[in-house]
């Protein structure tokens, strides 16, 4: 996913995964403004499942 479209992604991940916490140095009830700003460090990755 582009960086830009991160941050939503990398708020709700540190929320549902409490694991995830201690890799991303924002706190899980930080605005996505703060997610934006360390978004192009973590990657994120779209999975679709492939028909056919």
């Not at 540190?14 to 360390?38: L, N, T």
């Amino acid at each position: 996913m582009p960086a830009g479209d991160r941050a939503p992604i990398l708020r709700r991940y540190v929320r549902k995964a409490p694991g995830a916490r201690p890799h991303i140095p924002v706190d899980p009830a930080a605005p996505v403004s703060e997610f934006d700003a360390v978004a192009a460090r973590y990657p994120v990755f779209r999975v679709e499942r492939r028909h056919g």
